[in-house]
């Protein structure tokens, strides 16, 4: 029997306007880029900063375009804060995600992250300590305990300038947490950081919970490296792109995903300038690749 193959095709609102660098689409209204997000074939948006905060509102926004909502980036600091203080500050976000219906909560660790500072990425935070490796997995898999009660499940985001970004800190931290644990997969991350994107996927899968198809210039990444860009700075210059529209093969992933039976969002998150990479033209150029790649899958499947 077949596996089954349940995804849903969303989007992330930075292809309209940028949370870390607010001026990339800042005028550019929430309303103009869920209209067009419907329009266009996806399902659902994650969060973004021009998002209300508030479910009730959330859901009302949400439903005036017909969409769903796929998860929200949370900011978290266990690798410096206690899993209490972490609880604390989570309870809103934590409410506004499940009231909402989302599944999942991206969590991106934030604690002596370099990716919003104009600094070379190898200044990037690190743990050297195997016993510093181990209290960061227990505190994480303690809280992921946490939101799990809640009905989201947290979906750890590998990043770059963070502590884990790495495909070795993936092993590392995937071999050290719980179950609980979900894994947020993002393609161009694992590229950026040096991973074979396919291989890491292959080795994880069983842990993803959640996928970001973030598509790379190869041209753009080794200028970044070679001349010690910021993360910022890579993203300005175009390191990232939508699916189809760089080196990495989605193809692959999408066939993993489908051997494997995963279930949820694929999420189409590309941090552009909308000046530079129009908006809708290529949130739909990513949407038209992953959907006819999905399509083929699940024809495969069906056979």
């Given amino acids: 029997m077949s596996k089954p193959f349940d995804v849903k095709i969303g989007i992330n609102p930075i292809s309209w306007s940028n949370d870390d660098l607010p001026w990339l689409g800042g005028d550019t209204p929430l ?180 996928v970001h198809c973030k598509d790379v210039r190869p041209q753009v990444i080794e200028l970044a490296r070679n001349r010690n860009w910021s993360f910022l700075d890579a993203v300005i210059n175009g390191a990232f792109t939508v699916p189809g529209d760089g080196s990495v093969d989605f193809a692959a992933l999408i066939g993993l995903l489908r051997d494997h039976g995963y279930c949820g969002w694929l999420v189409v998150e590309a941090e552009q300038d909308p000046a530079v990479a129009p908006s809708y033209a290529y949130a739909e150029m990513g949407y038209r690749h992953l959907r006819g790649l999905v399509d083929r899958a699940r024809a495969r499947v069906a056979t």
């Fill in 31 to 210: 309303e103009v880029a869920l209209s067009e997000g419907k329009a266009i074939g996806y399902r659902g948006f994650e969060l973004g900063n021009k998002f209300p905060r508030e479910p009730a509102a959330l859901r009302a926004v949400l439903a005036q375009h017909g969409l769903e909502l796929v998860s929200g980036w949370y900011s978290g600091e266990l690798a410096r804060r206690s899993v209490q203080d972490e609880i604390a500050a989570v309870g809103a976000h934590l409410e506004l995600l499940a009231d909402n219906g989302a599944k999942v909560m991206v969590y991106g660790e934030v604690a002596d992250s370099i990716q919003g500072s104009p600094v070379p990425l190898y200044k990037r935070p690190r743990f050297f300590r195997d016993e510093q490796w181990k209290a960061y997995a227990e505190r994480l898999t303690a809280f992921a305990r946490h939101t799990l009660a809640h009905g989201v499940r947290l979906a750890y985001h590998h990043h770059m300038g963070a502590y884990v970004e790495a495909p070795a800190d993936v092993d590392k931290l995937m071999g050290l947490v719980g179950d609980e644990v979900g894994l947020l997969f993002d393609s161009g991350h694992m590229t950026f950081a040096g991973g074979d994107a396919a291989a890491m996927l292959a080795k994880h899968v069983a842990r993803v919970c959640h």
